[in-house]
């Protein structure tokens, strides 16, 4: 038997990461939800200079992009780009996979870090 596994492909609304990549920003907000369609449509002026600006660090060589827009929609271009973005004090690095498509930059990088409770201050409470 010479079978080989092979990886299943991702796909976003039935297309491949290739043809998404081929598509305009605004007919790519065809395949949106409706919220998310009214954003990049509105503003896909700016989405698509942020990608220009965002291609053009990536080739002088700059291995992040920093940014401050935090609601900015991810569209195929920006995928496998890695991104550091600003939670209000430090910049948080991650990278645009293809699940990411359609959401919003600052839903990866939390603004609010989690309560830290240890145990010692549940057992003083308790005994008052």
């Not at 081929?22 to 907000?29: C, G, M, P, S």
């Not at 009214?38 to 002026?45: G, K």
């Not at 645009?96 to 990088?109: A, I, N, P, R």
């Amino acid at each position: 038997m010479d079978m080989q596994i092979q990886k299943k492909e991702q796909k976003f609304k039935g297309k491949t990461l290739e043809e998404l990549k081929q598509l305009d920003v605004r007919e790519f907000a065809k395949l949106l939800r409706s919220r998310q369609r009214r954003t990049v449509l509105r503003n896909f002026q700016s989405q698509e200079n942020f990608v220009k600006r965002a291609q053009a660090q990536t080739t002088k060589g700059k291995k992040a992009v920093r940014t401050h827009i935090r609601d900015l929609l991810i569209v195929p271009e920006l995928v496998g780009m890695k991104l550091q973005i600003y939670n209000g004090r430090d910049f948080v690095p991650m990278e645009v996979t293809m699940d990411m498509l359609g959401h919003k930059l600052g839903e990866f990088s939390p603004t609010r870090a989690r309560a830290k409770h240890k145990k010692d201050d549940k057992k003083k409470k308790v005994g008052k």
